[in-house]
């Protein structure tokens, strides 16, 4: 069993930063790709960076990329999102979720647990 707490969100300026953290519980942590998800009022949940258990693959979605870095320190049992350049449109509940397996997934369904979310809110 893991689970997973989000914090850093908050409300930004665009074109400022902020910084997400997800800290785990459980040993299977280090072993487990990791993904973070976002979904605004009135949207489906979008992927939105994914990485793999010894972060040496990450994936992004387009309209993150270039702005946004997942990372990940298996010592402290936390994957990070550090976003750039944020937009009004990226304004919305980003949550992280573990797999079961090692690599990282663009879809949902194939991670097993998920955290409560963290608000982002981006001003224009």
């Known amino acids: 069993q893991v689970q997973l707490v989000e914090s850093g969100g908050g409300l930004v300026q665009a074109g400022g930063s902020l910084r997400l953290s997800c800290t785990a519980s459980g040993r299977t942590f280090s072993s487990s790709g990791m993904g973070w998800f976002r979904q605004a009022p009135g949207k489906e949940r979008e992927f939105v960076a994914a990485?793999?258990?010894?972060?040496?693959?990450?994936y992004y979605a387009d309209s993150v990329k270039g702005r946004f870095t997942i990372s990940r320190d298996n010592a402290k049992n936390t994957v990070y999102l550090q976003m750039n350049s944020l937009k009004p449109e990226d304004t919305a509940v980003y949550s992280c979720?573990?797999?079961?397996?090692?690599?990282?997934?663009?879809?949902?369904?194939?991670?097993?647990?998920w955290g409560q979310g963290t608000q982002v809110t981006v001003s224009s």
């Open positions: 979720a573990a797999s079961k397996g090692s690599s990282w997934h663009t879809v949902s369904n194939l991670y097993n647990y």
């Open positions: 990485i793999s258990w010894n972060a040496g693959s990450t």
